[in-house]
């Protein structure tokens, strides 16, 4: 009896855990069975969110408080631009979506042994050095603008708009010596390019690996050594600004230095990004109050498109995109852009530090993607 006893004194408490066993399970299942969407994790409303229509994003919004965090997080209102690739042989263009993450194929002969100079609002500046001519041309449309010929050596060659405005002004600037440098300018219509040599104040050495943006009505050209000059095509007056060049650590100063700088612009600012095939890139933002270059922590949410030849900034992408840096170089067989992340401090895929001084600049460059993909089809 007294064994009895003990066997049941001692199953009392398995018994007891049991009953709490069961009463937490039910408590869970009770609360699962109130639960309802609201209550998804804001990582996964997110994720779910990031994949639906700028219309039922919208729709999606009105649901509830959360859902509108959710889907003003990841709307997308505007488009990225896509690499465009030009092959070493044949006439068949590749152009990647880095927000689909998709390849396209267009094939176009109007290009066979041109080079590309530049690009903006979807066309592009094109250079045939056998010929000397010198066009525009929207790869989408297939529609051609063309210059006068000209002869396009070691200058950096930018545009002002589409060549179909009658603003358009078309820049090239090469320097002839240290303290001098030649400007040339056209726009579409014109019988003749216009060069002028200008005196510069202070250095201003050029070659391929400049930079160039049109912003507030001024071309900003970033020399070799980090200097900028600054060209207004109205007054047709050139300068070199007395800014210091942005301030790098030491290390960035390395193999190819010179060439993994990249230039853009947004709203008016001045953005250069710095690369070392060893460190993180860093951003800096022309104070033009000020004068001087302002290192970057946050991108709020913009994104930017590094190539050698122009760059591209977009706001309003999908939310995994914002804060970031894509650059004009796809590992994984095709499927996925090299970025960097101002969130994460570090690049996507892993480990993927790249020396711009092994890649050919006009091999590939940013392009607006057509509204109307019927011609891939």
């Known amino acids: 009896m007294v064994g009895r006893k003990r066997r049941k004194v001692k199953l009392l408490p398995a018994r007891v855990v049991d ?11 009770v609360k699962l069975e109130t639960q309802t969407w609201s209550d998804l994790p804001i990582e996964l409303l997110e994720l779910i969110l990031c994949h639906l229509s700028l219309e039922d994003n919208i729709r999606s919004s009105v649901a509830c408080k959360r859902w509108n965090t959710a ?15 030009f092959p070493k042989f044949g006439n068949m263009y590749e152009f990647y979506d880095p927000a689909q993450r998709k390849t396209y194929s267009l094939e176009l002969p109007e290009l066979y042994g041109s080079r590309v100079c530049y690009t903006r609002d979807g066309w592009l500046l094109l250079y045939r050095p056998a010929t000397n001519r010198v066009f525009f041309f929207d790869p989408f449309s297939q529609e051609v603008v063309k210059l006068p010929r000209f002869e396009l050596t070691y200058q950096i060659v930018a545009f002002s708009c589409a060549p179909t405005s009658n603003t358009c002004v078309v820049f090239t600037v090469r320097h002839v010596s240290p303290t001098i440098v030649a400007i040339s300018t056209c726009h579409p219509g014109a019988t003749e390019w216009v060069t002028v040599n200008y005196q510069n104040r202070l250095p201003f ?17 970033l020399s070799l050594t980090g200097w900028l000059g ?35 612009e947004h709203n008016g600012d001045i953005l250069v990004i710095y690369t070392c ?4 890139p ?8 000020k004068m001087v270059w302002r290192e970057m922590k946050t991108l709020d949410g913009m994104t930017l498109f590094a190539s050698f030849l122009s760059s591209h900034s977009r706001t309003d992408l999908p939310g995994m995109m914002r804060n970031s840096v894509y650059f004009s170089k796809v590992r994984f067989f095709g499927k996925r852009c090299i970025s960097y992340s101002l969130n994460d401090c570090r690049y996507y895929p892993c480990k993927q530090c790249y020396d711009w001084g092994e890649q050919d600049p006009f091999e590939n460059i940013w392009i607006e993607p057509p509204e109307d993909l019927s011609a891939f089809i």
Do not use: H
């Not at 009953?19 to 299942?29: L, R, V, Y």
């Not at 889907?71 to 690739?85: C, D, E, H, T």
């Not at 050495?205 to 050209?221: L, Q």
């Not at 109205?234 to 700088?261: I, Q, S």
């Open 205 to 221: 050495v050029s070659s391929i690996w400049n930079k160039i943006v049109f912003c507030n009505g001024f071309f900003y050209c």
């Open 277 to 280: 095939c060893s460190e993180n």
């Open 282 to 289: 860093i951003i800096f933002k022309l104070d033009q109050p």
């Open 19 to 29: 009953d709490k066993t069961t009463t937490t399970t039910k408590n869970k299942k």
């Open 230 to 264: 600054v060209f207004d095509p109205m007054e047709r007056t050139w300068n070199v600004l007395a800014v210091p060049p942005p301030k790098c650590p030491e290390n960035f100063f390395a193999k190819n230095w010179w060439k993994g700088k990249f230039m853009s």
């Open 71 to 85: 889907a003003i997080s990841v709307r997308v209102v505007n488009q990225s631009p896509w690499l465009m690739y």
